[in-house]
């Protein structure tokens, strides 16, 4: 049965960066696009970046742009999500999520990350 | 980048029928944009109902179906049960990027 699990959220400060990692078990990663999603307290959920399966291409939602990169490492089956200069509001939850076309999707748990002075 | 529309609020009673609807700002919502539904109950995670506009999880109850409505994406649920009260995200697939739709917040009375 496959399974993705985040980790890496933390309290941080405003300006500061955090690393967050999301393990893939149980499915072909490799084959799979991968998905941040965040959702900030109280708020909707909001798409924050995709990358292709082979790693190749790379999207953001505007307000991430230049800040955060995503990257995977398919050997390890590991995604991960740089956020670099981090705002109060980056503030949420952040859920990792798979993608390939004809297949069901798989979704974490979520990972909480707090930007706060 | 493209803006995803749903309804804010809708409501259904018990043993009802509902559609919720998912527009694009770019146009009509197509089988191209790969429609999703997620479901979200307060302090539970997200979890995806309906995936590529018609495709149910394993998990996803009958009384759920996805389809294509005009010229936007839909959920319809037949038989509303109590359990089913929750917000549900729609989510479309770009040229690249994604997005979701603000959720429409489903009350069963």
């Known amino acids: 049965q496959g399974q993705l699990v985040e980790s890496g959220g933390g309290v941080v400060q405003p300006g500061r960066s955090l690393r967050l990692s999301c393990a893939a078990s149980?499915?072909?990663?490799?084959?799979?696009?991968m998905h941040w999603v965040r959702q900030a307290p109280g708020k909707g959920l909001e798409w924050v970046a995709v990358?292709?399966?082979?790693?190749?291409?790379?999207y953001y939602v505007d307000s991430v742009k230049g800040r955060f990169s995503v990257s995977r490492d398919n050997s390890k089956q590991m995604l991960y999500l740089q956020m670099n200069n981090l705002r109060v509001e980056d503030t949420g939850v952040y859920y990792c999520?798979?993608?390939?076309?004809?297949?069901?999707?798989?979704w974490g748990q979520g990972t909480r990350v707090t930007v706060s002075s | 980048q493209a803006v995803v529309t749903q309804e804010p609020s809708l409501t259904v009673s018990p043993g009802g029928t509902v559609t919720l609807t998912c527009g694009s700002s770019t146009g009509a919502v197509t089988s191209g944009h790969y429609p999703y539904w997620f479901q979200q109950k307060p302090g539970q995670a997200p979890r995806t109902l309906i995936y590529?506009?018609?495709t149910r999880h394993s998990w996803t109850p009958a009384r759920f179906s996805g389809s294509l409505l005009g010229d936007k994406a839909a959920l319809t649920l037949s038989g509303a049960q109590p359990e089913d009260e929750a917000t549900y995200y729609c989510?479309?697939?770009?040229?690249?990027?994604?997005?979701f739709g603000g959720g429409t917040k489903l009350t069963v009375l």
């Open positions: 990358i292709w399966y082979d790693g190749n291409n790379k």
């Open positions: 590529d506009t018609t």
């Open positions: 149980g499915f072909s990663f490799k084959d799979c696009g």
């Open positions: 999520g798979s993608e390939r076309r004809g297949y069901r999707d798989y």
């Open positions: 989510f479309l697939s770009y040229t690249g990027a994604r997005a």
